[in-house]
């Protein structure tokens, strides 16, 4: 059975009237990458809040790290390293002062944090940069020093929020790198980010929080098959093939010039099977196949009725 990071079950939060968490359950297996996607106001900031236990849930409960989230939060705030969207990085200090000060805060000895420092300058790449201010570094370097920070205390649970916010798109990549390297080492992330491609890139599995409800959870796969929109394209060698899979098939969109055929399809596997099967069994060749399914700003925008630059 598969150990969970992080288990949830009908967390609950309000303010006065106004309901922010309104009993979500949630499952994050250990060493995967969970993105928490939603509007303004949907209750991200809020669910975060709790599972970091920077305030306390007026209901349900939760485990975090292994550790029972109301009973044992110094535990669960051992286990675990909160990188927020605005950096703690000290731009007075260099980058090794700054990891130097870090160790000092989670109560390392001055040889272990020296040796912790060096380890995690070479690993994110910032030896030259060492000690020079902070404030001389570029926004990537920055970002990379600020996780650099909350790894000191080897936290097998990551909370990371808006990790390439302003980032030029190397820089993004550059993350991202990291992040996988993170995960492959054992550690846990629990993601929020603005950018619904960067939650497509790096998640396994991805909820979707608006009005304080999870209103879809799933793979990025499993989520753009919940809408439709997505087709197989199939491409044939010469129009006699085209029109035989079009009359075979009765659906679809053919285009005579590029010799192909649009499908209406889930794109998934046992689809993409029997549409191979039928055609196979009145042999008509297909040339090349291809699938397409609609893109995680589809399904924000369809499930939630909101756009995408509103996801922050």
Do not use: C
Request: glycine share 10%; net charge negative; proline share 4%.
């Amino acid at each position: 059975m598969t150990n969970l990071a992080i288990a949830a079950n009908g967390l609950r939060k309000s303010y006065g009237d106004k309901v922010v968490l309104d009993g979500i359950d949630l499952a994050v297996p250990e060493a995967t990458i969970f993105s928490l996607l939603g509007p303004n106001g949907a209750g991200k900031t809020t669910t975060v809040q709790i599972l970091s236990t920077l305030i306390a849930a007026d209901g349900g409960t939760a485990a975090v790290g292994g550790h029972d989230l109301a009973r044992k939060p110094d535990d669960v705030r051992g286990a675990i390293g909160v990188t927020g969207q605005y950096s703690a990085v000290d731009k007075l200090l260099t980058g090794e002062e700054n990891l130097l000060l870090m160790a000092d805060l989670k109560h390392l000895s001055r040889r272990d944090g020296k040796r912790k420092a060096a380890e995690l300058l070479e690993r994110f790449d910032l030896l030259d940069a060492a000690r020079k201010p902070a404030a001389t570094y570029s926004g990537g370097m920055q970002r990379r020093l600020d996780l650099a920070m909350t790894l000191v205390g080897d936290p097998r649970l990551i909370f990371l929020d808006e990790p390439t916010t302003g980032l030029d798109p190397r820089s993004r990549r550059s993350m991202w790198q990291i992040v996988r390297e993170l995960v492959a080492s054992g550690v846990t992330i629990f993601l929020t980010t603005q950018y619904l491609e960067e939650a497509d890139e790096l998640a396994d599995r991805i909820a979707l929080l608006d009005h304080g409800r999870l209103i879809a959870e799933g793979t990025p796969e499993e989520l753009k098959r919940l809408i439709p929109g997505g087709h197989i394209e199939l491409t044939f060698a010469d129009t006699h093939l085209l029109d035989a899979a079009r009359h075979l098939l009765g659906t679809g969109i053919a285009d005579p010039q590029a010799l192909t055929l649009q499908v209406p399809s889930d794109g998934g596997v046992r689809a993409i099977r029997e549409l191979l099967v039928v055609l196979d069994e009145h042999s008509i060749d297909i040339a090349d196949l291809s699938v397409h399914t609609p893109d995680l700003d589809d399904v924000f925008l369809t499930l939630t009725g909101q756009h995408k630059e509103t996801t922050r």
